[in-house]
């Protein structure tokens, strides 16, 4: 079947772009490996878009991207593409593409549906970076540790810290011995500041 939609695509990219025609449903996985400037964008556009024309529901196809920039490009391409295929149908079916955005943003998103069951509430807040090193130095100033003779870690180190104890699952203790030694005497003080702002349920994010 000819796609003339599909025509500005070499041949890896349009193998890619048709990829189970048409028996998507057995098809299986695929993986692509691609560098630097060789099309990943355009083609993964002509993917879905492909998928939309040859009826595959739009509301089931997930598309992730690691920017809000690049998700938003990616979905402008789609409906483009989509467009040139399908005409004035191409806005209804292309419109139903709400499982297109970043990676965090989904994953927020799933959270956020699921979050009762988890034992979260949905109304949770995500804390940046910057949020979570404010949080925690001010747990830091309640404990009276900002305002020691010894000068106590500053909040981004605590943070850092914290972050390598969690997304490494070491203890904190092995953390400080290979990682900040020079922090390893405040060892105490930091477990105590760690389990204040847990008991708080405002656990700084990972990084």
Known sequence: MKSPYLANLNPEQRTAAEYG??????????LIIAGAGTGKTNTLAHRV???????????????????R??????????????????G???GVLV??????????????????EYARQIGLSPSFTIHDREDSADLLN??????GFSKMEKRF?????????????????????DTLASFFPWCASWES???QLYCSVCRGKAAPGRS
């Not at 025609?21 to 695929?30: E, M, R, S, T």
């Not at 878009?49 to 920017?67: E, K, P």
């Open 49 to 67: 878009a492909n998928l939309i024309v040859n009826g595959i529901d739009s509301r089931r196809i997930l598309l992730l991207t690691f920017s």
């Open 138 to 143: 001010l747990v830091r100033h309640d404990l």
């Open 21 to 30: 025609v048409p028996n998507y449903a057995n098809a299986g996985p695929l």
């Open 69 to 86: 920039r690049a998700a938003t490009e990616m979905i402008r391409r789609v409906e483009c593409i989509s467009a040139h295929a399908l």
């Open 189 to 191: 003080e930091l477990r």
């Open 88 to 90: 004035d149908n191409s």
């Open 153 to 173: 870690p500053a909040k981004g180190t605590c943070l850092s810290i914290y972050s390598r104890v969690v997304n490494a699952e070491s203890p904190l203790e």
């Open 95 to 112: 419109g139903g593409l709400t499982w297109a955005g970043t990676f965090h943003a989904i994953g927020a998103r799933l959270l956020r």
